[in-house]
């Protein structure tokens, strides 16, 4: 554990600043992330990544796991009968897990990794049938224009599903914020031993508008039939939408 990762995350001014930080972080934290999670959320995260591949209709699909980590969104989408998968994220250290991950659970050439930025991919316009992420959304630079670029690579017709952290609303909103602004860093600090990667996590909410706020700039993309789900007393949002 080097120093640095005791210090607070910064506060951003620069978008390209937030960009660099969140890359050189999501790589400082791969070797624990998988086992992170799982103890951040009490393993309940599996049962989110499944509903969120549910709700994009991945049955035969040609899909996009954007920002894909280690790859269990990916693996989820051809558990659920996506016919391939591209997996692509701009952490390659994330990407390099997320291959052996899929080595051992997928058939070979099922799901493809790729190295890619969520607001320039590298794909043609009306790629894909299905694109799914998970917890990108609150460290994107410019969510609109991101969501733009997801809806360009999308068929039309074509389905979004994103799963990520939101607002809490109601009476359990302050039992929420002190898991989520008090123990989530912790654990996540005390396994990693990089607790600013984990208090990066409750600030990075900061930067995302709450469910409903989300659901309107995903109909200003210029996506229809858009909605969301909340779970675990709303500190969970899976917003999806159709091209
Ligand atoms: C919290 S992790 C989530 C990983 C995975 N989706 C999951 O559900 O576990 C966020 C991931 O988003 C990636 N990411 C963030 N911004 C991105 C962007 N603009 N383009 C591609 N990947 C991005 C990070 O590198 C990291 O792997």
Redesign the pocket.
């Known amino acids: 554990m080097n120093r640095a990762s005791f210090d607070k995350p910064p506060l951003f001014d620069d978008p390209a600043e937030k ?1 660099r930080w ?2 050189q972080m ?1 790589a400082r934290i791969v070797p624990g992330y998988d086992r992170v ?1 799982r103890a951040m959320t009490f393993g309940m ?1 599996r049962r989110w ?1 499944q509903a969120t591949v549910a709700a994009a209709n991945p049955r035969g699909a040609l899909a996009l ?6 790859g ?2 990916a693996i989820e989408l051809i558990r659920q009968g996506a016919r391939h998968v591209i997996a ?4 390659t250290e ?1 990407i390099a897990v997320g291959r052996r991950k899929a080595a051992a659970v997928a058939s070979a050439g099922e799901i493809t990794f790729v190295a ?4 320039a991919l590298p794909f043609a316009d009306g790629t894909f049938d299905s694109v799914v ?4 959304l609150r ?2 630079t410019n969510l609109k224009a ?1 969501l733009e670029e997801l809806r360009r690579v999308l068929k039309p017709g074509g389905r979004l599903a994103c ?1 990520d952290v939101t607002h809490p609303p109601g009476a359990l909103r302050p039992f929420c914020l002190a898991y989520f602004n008090g123990l989530v860093p912790l654990i996540g600090g005390m396994l990693s031993g990089d607790f600013a990667a984990y208090r990066y996590l409750p600030r990075s909410l900061n930067d995302l508008p709450n469910a409903k706020r989300l659901a309107a700039i995903m109909s200003q993309a210029g996506f229809s039939d858009v909605s969301y789900q909340l779970l675990n007393f709303g500190l969970i949002a899976i917003h999806t939408a159709r091209k």
């Open positions: 960009a969140v890359r999501f999670n995260d990544r796991d954007i920002a894909t980590g280690t269990d969104l692509a994220d701009f952490v994330m890619g930025d969520a607001i992420n998970g917890f990108m460290n994107l991101t799963l």
